[in-house]
């Protein structure tokens, strides 16, 4: 038994040690939003992203991550990717937004983020995870009650059906080839009804999306953030055959227009659904769009 005693002691300390040793090396890597969070929730991973400090962490089972900028501008402003957080980095202004203050965040994302899983559900019950997961952020880091959003493809849809049921959370709106009516997509007559029916119930084979309130085109959605006050930019390309301008983006931009919103609308007659943003080094310019907003 003493013996053993001995042996438990030396793995107890070895064990210790070890932990230790672990918590200095992730310490290397997180700055203050990091070593909060990893306090709070733990962190799956501690990394460099665009030369910044991220930490990953999990919040009611979905995954999520905080890029902090070096130096947080005042007000603690932030800018959630709603979808494909690590797309087109170089033209989303992303490295430029971070070196002007902002967080850049994410909550489960998409593929072409760390986690891989179908696209769509933004739900009721993912509305209302979301809306915690930002009372999370403003409460434990400090964030600032209103953010801005970025909404590229899907990322449209989660923005859009997002901020006009929290509009009092949403600072400013950047869309770019955004699906609204995810029924306008060529795919969904086969297999993409199916596989979105798992999140919303009425769906079927023969569902016309501009028919239902809860699609993020319904007129309501852009009348409520116009109402807000949450000034929006939407790029969108003539050339795109993935996702309709006509039935999704211009529906929604001569709804909000109609209702007073402050719209910037750019159309690029070369572009078609890819490459999102803008020319690499053009990163100010979203900058500046989130800065002028309220």
Not at 141 to 147: D, Q, R, V, Y
Request: proline residues 5%.
């Amino acid at each position: 038994m003493h013996g053993m005693a001995i042996a438990g002691g030396r793995g107890r300390t070895a064990w210790t040690m070890a932990a230790l040793a672990c918590a200095a090396v992730l310490a290397l890597h997180a700055g203050p939003d990091g070593d909060k969070l990893a306090a709070k929730c733990g962190a799956l991973a501690r990394d460099k992203f665009q030369g910044f400090e991220r930490t990953v962490f999990a919040f009611e089972g979905c995954e999520a991550w905080v890029v902090e900028p070096a130096a947080p501008a005042a007000g603690s402003p932030w800018v959630w990717c709603m979808e494909w957080p690590t797309a087109f980095q170089d033209r989303t202004g992303v490295k430029a937004l971070l070196e002007a203050g902002y967080r850049w965040v994410a909550f489960n994302p998409a593929a072409g983020g760390r986690e891989s899983r179908p696209a769509g559900n933004q739900n009721d019950e993912m509305v209302a995870k979301r809306n915690r997961f930002q009372k999370f952020l403003v409460d434990e880091l400090g964030l600032a009650e209103k953010c801005g959003l970025v909404g590229m493809s899907w990322g449209g849809f989660y923005s859009v059906r997002y901020a006009s049921i929290h509009p009092e959370c949403v600072r400013a709106i950047f869309l770019d080839a955004p699906l609204l009516d995810f029924s306008t997509l060529a795919k969904f007559r086969t297999e993409g009804w199916s596989r979105l029916k798992d999140y919303y119930p009425q769906i079927t084979a023969d569902y016309v999306g501009a028919d239902d309130p809860m699609q993020s085109v319904a007129p309501a959605r852009a009348e409520t953030i116009a109402k807000a006050g949450i000034p929006v930019w939407i790029i969108y390309g003539a050339a795109d055959t993935v996702v309709p301008a006509e039935q999704n983006c211009l529906r929604f931009a001569a709804a909000y227009e109609k209702a007073g919103g402050h719209l910037k609308l750019w159309r690029d007659n070369l572009r078609g659904h890819h490459p999102h943003g803008l020319e690499p080094g053009e990163g100010q310019v979203f900058v500046n769009f989130f800065n002028a907003a309220k």
